[in-house]
């Protein structure tokens, strides 16, 4: 099976995809099964680092599950983690896969739902998340790769953002 390559901008790739492949319906545009991966560290170095330490923190200060996540990822040789988030920034049923190897440290995502024009923050947190778990396993960590079941445009945002193709009528 051929490896992919990390996306250049797995966020503007996600709304080609749901505004070039995906299926119209009354408010979105929407595009189900998205799979990306993207190099961590290129999306590490933003605001958003405070924002994915705390909600870290308080996933670490409410669920024993979380905390024997982290406890095999820095004691563990070989791990192989599976961990649902009770609430991602409001979303609920998002988990990560979290497998650590003699070699690296690799990390996946899945999404029931996914709004493309906000997703270029989800590549950030997620990519602090990551960095922050290699460093617990004291491992590399070259990609992240993210499942999407829905990913979706609202038409107003594909419209303010000149997404949506016009067809003129001629005389």
Wanted: net charge negative; with cysteine.
């Amino acid at each position: 099976m051929p490896k992919l390559q990390p996306l250049k901008d797995p966020a503007a790739f996600l709304k080609d995809l749901v505004t070039q492949r995906g299926e119209s319906q009354q408010h979105v545009c929407m595009f189900y099964g998205a799979n990306l991966t993207f190099n961590p560290n290129e999306y590490s170095h933003s605001d958003t680092h405070q924002d994915t330490l705390e909600l870290l923190r308080s996933v670490a200060e409410e669920d024993d599950e979380y905390r024997k996540v982290v406890v095999r990822l820095s004691h563990a040789d070989l791990v192989s983690e599976t961990y649902r988030f009770k609430d991602y920034f409001g979303l609920i049923g998002v988990f990560s896969y979290i497998q650590k190897s003699n070699e690296a440290l690799d990390v996946t995502f899945c999404f029931p739902l996914v709004n493309a024009n906000r997703f270029f923050l989800d590549v950030e947190i997620l990519s602090h998340m990551a960095i922050h778990w290699a460093k617990i396993a004291r491992k590399d960590i070259n990609s992240v790769r993210v499942f999407i079941n829905q990913a979706y445009l609202r038409w107003e945002d594909m419209e303010e953002e000149n997404l949506l193709y016009t067809e003129y009528e001629s005389n």
